[in-house]
């Protein structure tokens, strides 16, 4: 027999309030896990929603002020095609680079004959596209967002995709055919004829009625330009992230300058804040289940030692030491936390498996589509917990037990 | 050699405005070996003699001294540790571990200094088996008779082999024969271990077998007599 064995001898003695101790702890643990792996889930999906599905890579090059100027005035904040052609080479010389794509953000006047509207394109040289969404991880893995027709080819350079909203409003069909108009680099006035190929879900409803997507080379001629707005970068791995960043800095450098290389991070506003609202909102689930968890083993662990009191007063009289009454009900209360750990784990897979199997379905912001809803139980999580825990659970034994260990012994063995 | 020394104690406790003392300048030395009964009526401070002896409590004024060393002076842990290896306890209410088997709460003392089990059970069964439990080792305390409840609180008493055995009313709650069983017992285990026992009785049938008897009235020693051995 040893104290671990007392220990947990002495939690079965009340084994009701002790069970429901544990289970207390349980749900904590679980809560906290299933919630982390929620957001955790939601966090990565997000991330690779930005980096793949968004076409944003994990590196964007842009000029300096392109981001201010980008509507107002285009034709002077961009890469020039030059550049952009050498740039794209990169991949071949430098093996964490997966593909260098020039992308051009405008606006402009959508034709359709009989109706008119403005529209706001995203270009993107279309076989670019199918890399990213073949390389992405999560969300929005191989496929596109595409309601009808078929995704946009290099080999057709007229051919565009509409949103959903533009589709209504103008009453446009697949296979329609429209003008584009917009301002080139030199400030005239431009139009290219373009055919519907395809429409889509917008990733925001303030889009939905003006979003359409180009093939680079159609936006490049409309604006009569061979530069590109921004290039998103896309690397093989996340890790290689701070080192490309800093290579592609001494090279645009190197170049003259003038050029802003910014992480996928820095660049998705969304991310951070959605990422700082949800910690904090962890935060809170936390510090409550930290309270609720600590006051139901201190509380356990008083009635105990009051019950116990008499006990206590017998082990002093033999000889044990303060510390040594500290010890035993600390034991007890992180035999509570390791069997809280314990239940919470095997809660966590119970309801990480009911999702799995119920697989409900949700529509995270940036995707505007429905997507199933998972939870990722990260181990290093759950181990964290566990230790967590039983130190909380430790921490909340010694402190009733301090004050039992510190009581005199007469009045402790004539306590009845 | 003179093993415990209590000088000029007083003890005196507040209940409410009035102050009650329980012990008016008690002087008592035991002795190594000596076999003790401090008797008398109820509230004679019988228990808070004890509690001195067994180093469990204070004093309010004079000093224990046990083995020529101060008590007072000493900390907390070091006063602990006195008692784990000096000094062994017998309670009236038995005050054992329920949930611990006999042999277990025999344990007890060795555990507390860290003896590896094995070893601490070897000894435990060994003195079980001087009170003669060995058949009930593996009892829970609720299984056994308060005579053996009580022997086996002897057993653990002993398993350390102190100085010096405090029973405070070890008998209080036993029948006649049984309590006459437990002060035999303790006798025996006296002479075999010239372990010195002081235990407290109001029993005056219970003081055939002692050395010495020592009479507590109102908070004082009328009387220490010294039995001339059989
Ligand atoms: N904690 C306490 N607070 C107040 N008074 C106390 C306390 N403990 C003991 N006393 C008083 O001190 C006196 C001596 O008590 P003590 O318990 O030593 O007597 P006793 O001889 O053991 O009596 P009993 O035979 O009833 O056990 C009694 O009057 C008792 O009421
Ligand atoms: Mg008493």
Redesign the pocket.
Known sequence: MNWFVFAARNLLRNQRRSAVTILAAAFGFAAVNVFGGFTTYMFDNLRDGFIYAGGNGHLQIFRTGYKENATTDPGKYLVPGELYERLTHLPETDGRIRLVAGTMELTGQLDAGDRAGIFVAKAFQPSHRDVFFKESKTLGRGASFLDNGTALSDESPNEIGIANGVERILGLKIGADVALMARTVDGQINVVDATVRNTFASPSSELDEKLIVLPLRLAQDLVQTEGVGRIAVLLKHRRDIPAVEKSLQALLEAEGGGYEVKRWDEESEFYQLTKKMFNMIFGIVFLILIGIVSMSVMNTMSMAIIERTTEIGTLRALGLRRAGVIRLFAMEGMLIGAGGALAGMILSFIVWLFIKIQSPVWTPPTIGRKVPLEIGLVPEYLLMTTIFLIVLTFAAAVIPARRASGQGIV?AL?HV | MSLVHVRSAHKT?A?GDTL?E?LKGVDLTIAEGEFVAIW??????????CHLIGIIDQPTSGCVEFDGVDVLALSDDARSDLRNRKIGFVFQNFNLVPVLSALENVQLPLQMQGVPDEESRTQALEMLTKVGLEDHADHWPKKLSGGQRQRVAIARALINRPSVIVAD?PTANLDSENAQKIIDLMRSLNREFRTSFVF?T?DERLLASVDRKVH?LD?LITEDVKVPSK
Not at chain 2, 40 to 49: F, N, R
């Open positions: 009045e004539g | 406790y209940l009650i329980a008398g009526p109820s509230g004679s401070g019988k228990s808070t003699l009313e407290s109001h507590l908070g």
